[in-house]
């Protein structure tokens, strides 16, 4: 394994923790809930959703933070300061003893895991980092050609599947993470028995934190992660500073205050300054100097606000086709569990065990579908022409899920339930593929001194969206499935509510996208 292959294994590892942390805890959160509460199955719902809010609520409100920490200091420093704190986090919830900590230490897990932007800048910049320092010659041969034009052409290729490569592994945190976290929570069964010890098992770690396991499994991982960054992920952000000697030039100034006179000051700060010089290559010296000078690269790189960001014409429109395409998704993800159950759609009102069957198998189309749809509509139409295919075929056959019920019998419920599941897993295919090429079209649109901050800026978006979206789509389902009488009889005529529902969700958002892609093309 070259070295380029071994920093995309790494940032694959960190793409799939992100996705384990967030889902994980989705099996036994209601039980968790219970455990703590001692309340009933059906009040349960509320307190489980919180977990997932808070931790939502955590990311948004430190992605920027990362994000700054990222372009200032460095990729590497952000993911492992944010992997270790992390498995802290994550092992602070699987040992919280009641529900108000478990919603504190949630959060935690959210605001210190917010990296998911620092992820798809690091993905881009795999692609045109210079591994030739210090691999062999052997992929000189390989990537040298005369001509530039198509030396960059190779490189825009390469970032496409490096950045569809570690897109794509969120899709199998998403189908692993539920089924290994459900295993390992309450092995005991200490909830389902209504107690915290027994006999066989008094004093056992797992009797008192019956959700340790999943969590400390998430705690190893986020260790391991960052060991993999460590180790194989090079440092792509460009005259990053040193945080080591930023913080030890703060101590210096901190200690120097308390010093009484000025010379104890000025001996302090040549040592002090000595010894970090003595620790630095002659380059790191050259490229960082002396306190002033690090005093006026402070003011060039804050400079890179979000607001200036936001100036950019070119930054913003992309941003925009994110956060509403965002907006889009989480709409649909929401309205499909609330159509299933419904038993005005000509369904039968599917049981949630049912509806997790059809989303398995729609996550196992995803997984295997999407890296090679996305690569080969990059390969075939350029980035901005899969944006294109990929908006419409993401959103508008959605507009077919009613047809299901032209196949529902009450005695076998097998073939609707086939249906939805390939339909849904096409349309994730190209949901997940149209954000890869978003990504990587939007990486493009900054310099490398602002491309963390504006992925934290498109999470912030992303993120109000996902938080927003679901209450309006959840009102007009329950508007257009109301107007519906069918039952689980053999009626074989198509629900007119659904299929408004269905229809007006795909027309409304096919239109918003058109608009908004038509206007990113003409300012790219």
């Given at each position: 394994?070259?070295?380029?292959?071994?920093?995309?294994?790494?940032?694959?590892?960190?793409?799939?923790?992100?996705?384990?942390?967030?889902?994980?805890?989705?099996?036994?959160?209601?039980?968790?809930?219970?455990?703590?509460?001692?309340?009933?199955?059906?009040?349960?719902?509320?307190?489980?959703?919180?977990?997932?809010?808070?931790?939502?609520?955590?990311?948004?409100?430190?992605?920027?933070?990362?994000?700054?920490?990222?372009?200032?200091?460095?990729?590497?420093?952000?993911?492992?300061?944010s992997l270790l704190g992390s498995g802290l986090a994550s092992l602070w919830f699987g040992m919280t003893n009641s529900?108000?900590?478990?919603?504190?230490?949630?959060?935690?897990?959210?605001?210190?895991?917010?990296?998911?932007?620092?992820?798809?800048?690091?993905?881009?910049?795999?692609?045109?980092?210079?591994?030739?320092?210090?691999?062999?010659?052997?992929?000189?041969?390989?990537?040298?050609?005369?001509?530039?034009?198509q030396h960059d052409q190779q490189l825009q290729q390469l970032e496409t599947r490096i950045v569809g490569r570690v897109?794509?592994?969120?899709?199998?945190?998403?189908?692993?993470?539920?089924?290994?976290?459900?295993?390992?929570?309450?092995?005991?069964?200490?909830?389902?028995?209504?107690?915290?010890?027994?006999?066989?098992?008094?004093?056992?770690?797992?009797?008192?934190?019956?959700?340790?396991?999943?969590?400390?499994?998430?705690?190893?991982?986020?260790?391991?992660?960052?060991?993999?960054?460590?180790?194989?992920?090079?440092?792509?952000?460009?005259?990053?500073?040193?945080?080591?000697?930023?913080?030890?030039?703060?101590?210096?100034?901190?200690?120097?205050?308390?010093?009484?006179?000025?010379?104890?000051?000025?001996?302090?700060?040549?040592?002090?300054?000595?010894?970090?010089?003595?620790?630095?290559?002659?380059?790191?010296?050259?490229?960082?100097?002396?306190?002033?000078?690090?005093?006026?690269?402070?003011?060039?790189?804050?400079?890179?606000?979000?607001?200036?960001?936001?100036?950019?014409?070119?930054?913003?429109?992309?941003?925009?086709?994110?956060?509403?395409?965002?907006?889009?998704?989480?709409?649909?993800?929401?309205?499909?569990?609330?159509?299933?159950?419904?038993?005005?759609?000509?369904?039968?009102?599917?049981?949630?065990?049912?509806?997790?069957?059809?989303?398995?198998?729609?996550?196992?189309?995803?997984?295997?579908?999407?890296?090679?749809?996305?690569?080969?509509?990059?390969?075939?139409?350029?980035?901005?022409?899969?944006?294109?295919?990929?908006?419409?075929?993401?959103?508008?056959?959605?507009?077919?899920?009613?047809?299901?019920?032209?196949?529902?019998?009450?005695?076998?419920?097998?073939?609707?339930?086939?249906?939805?599941?390939?339909?849904?897993?096409?349309?994730?295919?190209?949901?997940?593929?149209f954000f890869s090429s978003i990504t990587v079209a939007t990486n493009r649109t900054v310099p490398a001194e602002m491309?963390?901050?504006?992925?934290?800026?498109?999470?912030?978006?992303?993120?109000?969206?996902?938080?927003?979206?679901?209450?309006?789509?959840?009102?007009?389902?329950?508007?257009?499935?109301?107007?519906?009488?069918?039952?689980?009889?053999?009626?074989?005529?198509?629900?007119?509510?659904?299929?408004?529902?269905?229809?007006?969700?795909?027309?409304?958002?096919?239109?918003?996208?058109?608009?908004?892609?038509?206007?990113?093309?003409?300012?790219?």
């Amino acid at each position: 394994m070259n070295e380029r292959s071994a920093s995309i294994a790494a940032l694959c590892s960190v793409t799939f923790l992100q996705a384990y942390l967030l889902v994980g805890v989705f099996p036994y959160a209601a039980f968790m809930a219970i455990h703590f509460l001692q309340i009933q199955e059906e009040q349960a719902g509320p307190y489980a959703a919180l977990f997932a809010t808070t931790f939502m609520i955590g990311r948004t409100a430190t992605a920027h933070l990362w994000g700054l920490l990222a372009d200032v200091y460095g990729r590497r420093v952000a993911m492992i300061i944010s992997l270790l704190g992390s498995g802290l986090a994550s092992l602070w919830f699987g040992m919280t003893n009641s529900y108000s900590q478990a919603i504190i230490a949630r959060g935690m897990i959210g605001a210190l895991n917010s990296i998911v932007g620092v992820s798809k800048t690091v993905a881009t910049e795999l692609a045109f980092h210079n591994f030739d320092k210090c691999s062999n010659k052997n992929e000189d041969r390989e990537v040298a050609v005369d001509d530039n034009e198509q030396h960059d052409q190779q490189l825009q290729q390469l970032e496409t599947r490096i950045v569809g490569r570690v897109m794509s592994m969120r899709a199998y945190g998403f189908l692993i993470a539920p089924a290994v976290a459900g295993f390992l929570a309450d092995p005991l069964d200490v909830r389902e028995k209504g107690v915290t010890y027994n006999a066989s098992i008094e004093g056992s770690v797992l009797s008192k934190y019956p959700y340790l396991l999943p969590n400390l499994l998430g705690a190893v991982l986020c260790c391991v992660s960052a060991m993999a960054v460590y180790l194989c992920i090079p440092e792509t952000m460009p005259q990053c500073r040193s945080l080591s000697r930023d913080f030890l030039q703060w101590t210096t100034k901190t200690c120097a205050r308390l010093k009484s006179t000025e010379k104890e000051v000025q001996e302090y700060a040549v040592i002090s300054l000595k010894a970090a010089d003595d620790s630095l290559s002659d380059n790191s010296i050259q490229q960082y100097g002396s306190i002033e000078n690090n005093s006026k690269s402070d003011n060039t790189i804050s400079s890179a606000s979000l607001k200036l960001i936001w100036s950019r014409r070119k930054t913003r429109s992309h941003l925009i086709a994110y956060w509403l395409y965002s907006l889009v998704i989480i709409n649909i993800d929401e309205a499909f569990p609330l159509y299933c159950i419904s038993r005005n759609t000509g369904l039968g009102g599917l049981q949630e065990n049912e509806i997790g069957k059809i989303l398995s198998a729609s996550g196992v189309i995803f997984a295997i579908g999407q890296y090679k749809t996305y690569t080969m509509l990059c390969d075939q139409f350029g980035i901005y022409g899969s944006l294109d295919l990929c908006a419409a075929l993401g959103i508008l056959p959605v507009a077919l899920f009613p047809l299901a019920s032209l196949v529902y019998t009450n005695a076998n419920k097998r073939w609707s339930m086939v249906y939805l599941a390939l339909l849904s897993g096409v349309t994730k295919v190209f949901q997940s593929a149209f954000f890869s090429s978003i990504t990587v079209a939007t990486n493009r649109t900054v310099p490398a001194e602002m491309r963390s901050r504006m992925n934290a800026l498109g999470s912030i978006g992303a993120g109000l969206s996902k938080a927003f979206g679901p209450l309006f789509v959840g009102i007009w389902m329950a508007f257009c499935l109301s107007t519906d009488s069918q039952d689980d009889s053999n009626d074989k005529s198509l629900p007119i509510g659904s299929l408004l529902a269905w229809f007006g969700i795909a027309l409304v958002s096919g239109l918003i996208m058109f608009a908004v892609l038509k206007s990113l093309q003409e300012r790219n």
